[in-house]
């Protein structure tokens, strides 16, 4: 126990060093970040000006919905950027000065998993402190008690799954060049898979479902649930319900799969299920590896 | 007589190709162990199987008496040995100290204990100067004392070292040399060591000449030195025709180069014989004391010779 928080503390010190590695796990969030800026938040109000007018409650909508997008991406590019520290230490062989002292693959491999997880914890947690700061300062209102302590449990949900997630992708690869397109396409990806780059009704039917398929796109939609909970319902007061309907459609706060309109539950499973699921799929495949 | 390092009929195959073929050695606690070799004999495999990083794939090995793979993790073997690495493995990032102290607690050992190992190597390699420092801007020498010395946080009783001088300047070499020698003599630890550098294998207590992942030759250096090294004397005549001439009379063979006329010698004192007998003719004279080079590439070519005549 002593040896695994030992190395968890290692691994911590060396990523938190590494600021390079900081700043380009960070990268696909400053991407979203800049394209809100550019684009994303006027085209949103401008597409909801046609069916209500526009309240400063609206602004504070549009910005919640770029914040739950913005913390669901952040827990899997800093996991991820975590494991650079595993595959670095494989191609350089500082795997085996480890395994010289009397330690086993299997708690080694565990140490990168915790450290994931805190680096996860630790980033999404600052981001959400920012988050609120900006939504403030932006003229909103912060999250009730309640809602906090829901969007910290979701926080949490997302940043376990992207750990497991991002150990799943990252036993696949052993050299650090490998490593680093694998971030690339990651990076890129996630942000179409979670509908934060383009919002889910400007894409194609498939794409759609594929969206809807895919898992940690569920944690942002939790995330935009919790945090756009109460600003929806000031924004729409007196709106039909079928456009409320629709908005939420299309901006991904509600999945519509094959006309049927997916639960919060539903979704709370297929995300734990993922988990269990990568998780035992991790296993098998760290035993293989290792062999 | 105790044994430290118990090796009987060790091979390691990879794959088709066999890296290690059938040795069988033993290292003596407490000694200096030198294993000789040019590059890819089977002396970095055969370190890493004792360090338990490799699985052999026959033979018995016995490490400060425990039987390597008679467990999973060799926990019992791990604990005993400090292994220094050919490259630098601690993180660039982390200061000496850090990396140091990270390490140990992988052993296993109390607060205290950490501590206080952490004193002695801290004395013992000098590393007051550098253990605030990030490892990773340090010279080849300084880094090299940080890497013996998480080697020794846990106070093993046998050190390995793959090459540990290999790309080190001379001044780094010999620091390293005289640290690992100082260690080995003042904590009467055992020391294993890979190197190609002859002039340090002559200071072990044994040596092992690899080949091809066979053993070609073992013994001290003195008696290595003494099967195949010979002393011998360069000479330059006043005049070489007459020179030549009294090589000759005394039947004496030589080789010649640039006017520089070689003989063989049983022992050094014979060339006070031979100087007395010929001193109107020679010029100058040097006595050519047999290295630890010239074992080397006898035997080097030795085997060379014996593998042609077999193809």
């Known amino acids: ?291 | 007589m105790t044994f430290a390092i118990k090796v009987e009929n060790l091979s390691k195959q990879y794959g088709e190709h066999p890296a290690v073929k059938d040795i069988s050695f033993t290292v003596e606690q407490g000694t200096l162990f030198a294993f000789l070799g040019e590059n890819g004999a089977g002396k970095t495999t055969t370190i890493e199987i004792l360090c338990t990083l490799v699985r052999k794939s026959s033979g018995k090995v016995t490490i400060n008496g425990f039987t390597l793979d008679a467990s999973n993790d060799n926990a019992d073997i791990r604990k005993s040995i400090g292994v220094v690495f050919q490259q630098s493995l601690l993180d660039e990032r982390l200061t000496v100290r850090e990396n140091i102290l990270h390490r140990g607690k992988t052993y296993g050992l109390s607060k205290t204990q950490l501590a206080e190992n952490y004193q002695f190597v801290s004395t013992y390699l000098h590393l007051d100067d550098i253990e605030n420092q990030k490892y990773g801007i340090l010279s080849g020498g300084q880094k090299r004392r940080a890497d013996i010395a998480r080697a020794l946080i846990h106070r093993p009783n046998i050190l390995f070292l793959d090459e540990p001088t290999t790309g080190l300047d001379p001044q780094t070499r010999q620091f390293v040399w005289q640290t690992i020698k100082q260690l080995q003599h003042e904590t009467n630890m055992t020391v294993f060591l890979t190197t190609h550098y002859m002039e340090e294998a002559a200071v072990a207590h044994q040596v092992i000449v690899l080949k091809q992942g066979k053993i070609v030759a073992q013994g001290t250096p003195d008696a290595l030195k003494t099967k195949y090294a010979y002393d011998s004397m360069a000479l330059v005549f006043h005049n070489p025709i007459e020179g030549i001439k009294w090589l000759e009379e005394n039947t004496i063979s030589y080789a010649e180069r640039q006017g520089i006329y070689t003989i063989r010698l049983t022992s050094t004192l014979q060339a006070l014989t031979f100087l007395k007998k010929a001193e109107p003719l020679i010029a100058s004279f040097e006595v050519i004391k047999g290295s630890m080079d010239d074992v080397f590439l006898h035997i080097m070519a030795e085997e060379r010779s014996r593998n042609g005549s077999l193809n």
């Not at chain 1, 309109?261 to 990568?278: D, K, P, R």
Request: a positive charge; hydrophobic letters at 55%.
């Open chain 1, 1 to 291: 126990m002593v040896a695994l928080i030992s190395l968890v503390q290692r691994n911590n010190k060396v990523f938190r060093r590494d600021k390079t590695q900081v700043f380009f796990s960070l990268l696909s969030v400053i991407i979203v970040i800049v394209l809100y800026a550019v684009f994303l938040q006027k085209m949103q109000i401008d597409a909801i000006e046609r069916i209500t007018k526009a309240t400063p409650e609206l602004i504070t909508m549009v910005n919640e919905w770029l914040v739950a997008g913005l913390l669901s991406m952040i827990a899997v590019s800093t996991t991820l950027g975590a494991y650079g520290i595993a595959v670095k230490d494989q191609e350089s062989k500082a795997q085996a000065d480890f395994l010289t002292a009397p330690l086993s693959r299997a708690t080694i491999q565990l140490s990168y998993v915790l450290n994931a997880f805190i680096i996860g914890c630790i980033f999404s947690f600052i981001a959400l402190i920012g988050c609120e700061i900006f939504i403030v300062a932006t003229g909103g209102k912060l999250l009730s008690i309640g809602d906090f302590v829901q969007v910290l449990g979701i926080l949490l949900l997302s940043v376990l799954l992207a750990s497991v997630f991002n150990l799943f992708l990252s036993l696949f690869v052993s050299t650090q060049n490998a490593f680093s397109t694998l971030g690339t396409i990651v990076g890129t990806v996630l942000g179409f898979l979670c509908g934060v780059y383009v919002p889910l009704g400007a894409l194609p039917g498939f794409a759609q479902n594929l969206i809807m398929y895919f898992p940690i796109s569920h944690t942002t939609l939790l995330l935009r649930n919790a945090f756009m909970d109460s600003s929806i319902g000031d924004v729409f007061n007196g709106v039909p319900a079928s456009y409320v309907e629709d908005y939420k459609i299309n901006y991904g706060i509600v999945y519509d799969l094959h006309g049927k309109i997916l639960s919060t539950s539903t979704s709370l499973i297929i995300i734990v299920c993922t988990i269990v699921i990568l998780a035992l799929a991790s296993i098998i495949l760290f035993k293989r590896k290792y062999k």
